[in-house]
């Protein structure tokens, strides 16, 4: 059953998408506009970032809450659901992602991964966590080691051209 709660009294730290899509936050938004009603987001209880001061953390639904402040409606219908870390917290966004109207891209996945090895996930545990065949995880985390490796490599490319001039400041060698 879902309640209502202020959009101000919840915390939205945790994105499982690369980033917000605001097509599709205006396209939610006309709809509620126009009398659609929009199904209520998930949220849990803060049990795992003490340095937010907010009791309820959004599991699922930023696009919603997104539609609901353009709209200037200030209460969103919310269902308290439970979880039992942050890697359990990451995995259900993602999840109810998944076979949505928007379901994640490879971007969305690769930066869920990302936040999962960042939260200490153990790799082989990835797979299971976000619902996806092992064979896909791999390939998902091989190309994210590429692309990080690749980075690392054009950022030294770049540092390496700059020079410390006389007075050690740095300059780009021409």
């Not at 936050?25 to 709809?31: G, T």
């Not at 353009?70 to 308290?80: G, K, P």
Request: contains cysteine; aromatic residues 6%; charged residues 30%.
């Amino acid at each position: 059953m879902s309640r209502k709660i202020n959009i101000d009294q919840l915390e939205t730290n945790l994105f499982v998408r690369k980033s917000l899509d605001q097509d599709w936050a205006l396209d939610l938004a006309l709809m509620q506009a126009n009398g659609v009603k929009l199904p209520a987001i998930e949220v849990t209880e803060n049990k795992f970032f003490p340095e937010i001061n907010k009791k309820l953390l959004v599991v699922d639904g930023r696009h919603r809450i997104e539609a609901h402040q353009i709209n200037d409606v200030a209460e969103i219908e919310y269902e308290l659901v439970t979880v039992n870390s942050i890697a359990d917290l990451i995995a259900r966004g993602y999840k109810a992602n998944t076979g949505g109207p928007m379901p994640p891209r490879r971007e969305d996945t690769e930066h869920t991964i990302r936040l999962l090895i960042a939260n200490d996930t153990a790799l082989k545990n990835v797979a299971e966590l976000l619902g996806l065949p092992a064979g896909i995880t791999r390939k998902y985390i091989a190309d994210i080691r590429a692309k990080d490796k690749r980075g690392a490599v054009a950022h030294c490319d770049y540092l390496s051209r700059f020079r410390e001039n006389d007075n050690g400041i740095s300059a780009f060698k021409p």
